[in-house]
């Protein structure tokens, strides 16, 4: 974070354009007056989201500071004071002092509040400011914990104590080890546990988003989603032991709007069927064939919006 009250210059040819150094202009607000835009972008050489700053509509915008979500102007809220940028950065909900008159940082970031819920890939945050500088937040994620019940519904022990599930939860073919999706600094990555819950280790790392891991039927490699910092979801494989780096299950998307989520494993360790991720409107689901390492569609979403039948494609 810059606070020595400048603005860094960046040399890129216009906001979020592609060979510039920066792409993924995302969340654009306009400042008082009208004339300029404040943003976030993504710096591909730092592998960082950045606030940015940019007259409309010129071709000079100026780097402001790094930021884990979208970025908020905050009028001042009396004559000849700074307004501010609301944003989180490293888990705080921050306030940094802003001349959006002479488009400069005004002095140090001030916290404002923790664990505000945040989404990384998106940049997506629970915050609003009105114009009267009012600001609401939803602090929290909920916590969960994994159990074991028999077949009759009484609890038969636990796995570990609470933590940031988020769904996703798969036991290994001899039941002997867990994948679950864990919520950790805004994002979500696969953790592995022991039936027991004595032994733990995360699985993934940011900065790319991982979810809904599925064992193959020998447990050796694990299925998953991965999402860059930018971009859509792709199929991918990993050694289960976390060894080595994940490993794209085809070269092409085979088709521009398909994400790569997968449900399950064939037994006979040939498939692994996956969908577009996207819940209520899900459009199609495919297989994917390991021996030859290609896709094809299995059932189609036939209307867009909740409750449409599926048909076989």
Same mark, same amino acid.
């Given at each position: 974070?810059?606070?020595?009250?400048?603005?860094?210059?960046?040399?890129? &040819?216009?906001?979020?354009?592609? %060979?510039?150094?920066?792409? %993924?202009?995302?969340?654009?607000?306009?400042?008082?007056?009208?004339? !300029?835009?404040?943003?976030?972008?993504?710096?591909?050489?730092?592998?960082?989201? !950045?606030?940015?700053?940019?007259?409309?509509?010129?071709?000079?915008?100026?780097?402001?500071?790094? *930021?884990?979500?979208?970025?908020?102007?905050?009028?001042?809220?009396?004559? #000849?004071?700074?307004?501010?940028? /609301? @944003?989180?950065?490293?888990?705080?909900?921050?306030?940094?002092?802003?001349?959006?008159?002479?488009?400069?940082?005004? #002095?140090?970031?001030?916290?404002?509040?923790?664990?505000?819920?945040?989404? !990384?890939?998106?940049?997506?945050?629970?915050?609003?400011?009105?114009?009267?500088?009012?600001? /609401?937040?939803? +602090?929290?994620?909920?916590? +969960?914990?994994?159990?074991?019940?028999?077949?009759?519904?009484?609890?038969?022990?636990?796995?570990?104590?609470?933590?940031?599930?988020?769904?996703?939860?798969?036991?290994?073919?001899?039941?002997?080890?867990?994948?679950? *999706?864990?919520?950790?600094? %805004?994002?979500?990555?696969?953790?592995?546990? &022991?039936?027991?819950?004595?032994?733990?280790?995360?699985?993934?790392?940011?900065?790319?988003?991982?979810?809904?891991?599925?064992?193959?039927?020998?447990?050796?490699?694990?299925?998953?989603?991965?999402?860059?910092?930018?971009? &859509?979801?792709?199929? /991918? *494989?990993?050694?289960?032991?976390?060894?080595?780096?994940?490993?794209?299950?085809?070269?092409?998307?085979?088709?521009?709007?398909?994400?790569?989520?997968?449900?399950?494993?064939?037994?006979?360790?040939? @498939?692994?069927?996956?969908?577009?991720?996207?819940?209520?409107?899900?459009?199609?689901?495919?297989?994917?064939?390991?021996?030859?390492?290609?896709?094809?569609?299995?059932?189609?979403?036939?209307?867009?919006?909740?409750?449409?039948?599926?048909?076989?494609?």
């Amino acid at each position: 974070m810059n606070n020595n009250n400048q603005v860094v210059g960046a040399s890129v &040819s216009a906001p979020g354009t592609k %060979g510039s150094g920066f792409e %993924g202009l995302r969340w654009p607000q306009f400042l008082p007056g009208g004339d !300029r835009l404040v943003y976030t972008a993504f710096d591909k050489q730092l592998q960082q989201s !950045r606030a940015m700053v940019a007259d409309y509509p010129g071709d000079k915008p100026a780097l402001l500071m790094q *930021t884990d979500s979208r970025v908020q102007y905050a009028p001042p809220l009396r004559p #000849g004071e700074s307004g501010h940028l /609301v @944003f989180i950065h490293a888990g705080s909900l921050l306030a940094q002092p802003f001349d959006a008159d002479r488009v400069r940082l005004a #002095g140090e970031a001030l916290p404002i509040a923790q664990n505000v819920i945040y989404y !990384r890939p998106n940049l997506a945050a629970a915050v609003s400011i009105s114009e009267t500088g009012v600001l /609401v937040y939803h +602090a929290g994620f909920p916590n +969960a914990q994994l159990k074991w019940y028999d077949r009759n519904g009484n609890e038969a022990g636990e796995v570990r104590r609470p933590s940031l599930y988020w769904g996703n939860v798969r036991i290994s073919g001899d039941g002997r080890r867990i994948a679950a *999706t864990v919520w950790n600094d %805004g994002a979500p990555g696969i953790w592995i546990f &022991s039936v027991s819950g004595r032994e733990s280790r995360q699985f993934t790392f940011f900065p790319e988003i991982h979810r809904r891991p599925v064992w193959s039927p020998d447990g050796t490699r694990l299925a998953f989603g991965k999402v860059p910092d930018h971009g &859509s979801p792709r199929l /991918v *494989t990993l050694d289960s032991t976390g060894n080595g780096t994940p490993e794209d299950f085809a070269g092409e998307s085979p088709s521009d709007h398909t994400q790569g989520i997968p449900t399950d494993w064939s037994p006979d360790g040939r @498939f692994i069927v996956f969908d577009d991720g996207v819940g209520e409107e899900q459009r199609l689901v495919w297989i994917a064939n390991l021996a030859s390492r290609t896709y094809r569609p299995f059932l189609k979403n036939s209307f867009p919006q909740m409750g449409s039948s599926f048909f076989a494609g």
